[in-house]
């Protein structure tokens, strides 16, 4: 890929990501590291917290801080994984299932209303970024 594509993906996901905190973090409810986490534990659980780490793009010390207090409220569980003594399994609570779509579900909905009544190409946008994302994921 070239610096051009890759700065502009960069940027775009920066300011994505900043709009998104603007709306959820607060002294009340999840962040939005918090909800990203909870979304992408939903879409691969159950997994390793190794895999979680690597979904994410974050090392494994920062996962393991990031779970503590999602542990402690009762929006995940971790395991020991049966098979492997050193590996931790990850899930979703059905608590943190609820908390992922009372807080995330909204945040999606409110950028994909925001863009459509800005007459930006939502779906085109959507169909073209996941196929991006799999070319990414193919080299």
Do not use: C, N, W
Not at 70 to 93: C, F
């Amino acid at each position: 890929m070239d610096d051009g594509l890759a700065d502009a993906l960069h940027r775009v996901v920066m300011l994505l990501g900043e709009a998104a905190r603007q709306r959820t973090d607060g002294p009340d409810g999840l962040t939005y590291s918090q909800i990203r986490l909870l979304g992408t534990l939903e879409d691969i659980e159950p997994t390793t917290q190794h895999r979680l780490a690597q979904a994410l793009s974050v090392s494994d010390p920062a996962i393991s801080r990031a779970l503590r207090p999602l542990e402690a409220d009762g929006l995940v569980q971790i395991a020991v994984d049966p098979e492997h003594a050193r590996r931790r399994l990850v899930r979703l609570t059905e608590a943190g299932r609820s908390a992922f779509h009372t807080a995330g579900k909204p945040l999606g909905d409110e950028f994909r209303a925001g863009l459509v009544a800005a007459d930006f190409p939502y779906d085109r946008y959507l169909h073209d970024t996941l196929r991006l994302a799999e070319l990414l994921a193919s080299d």
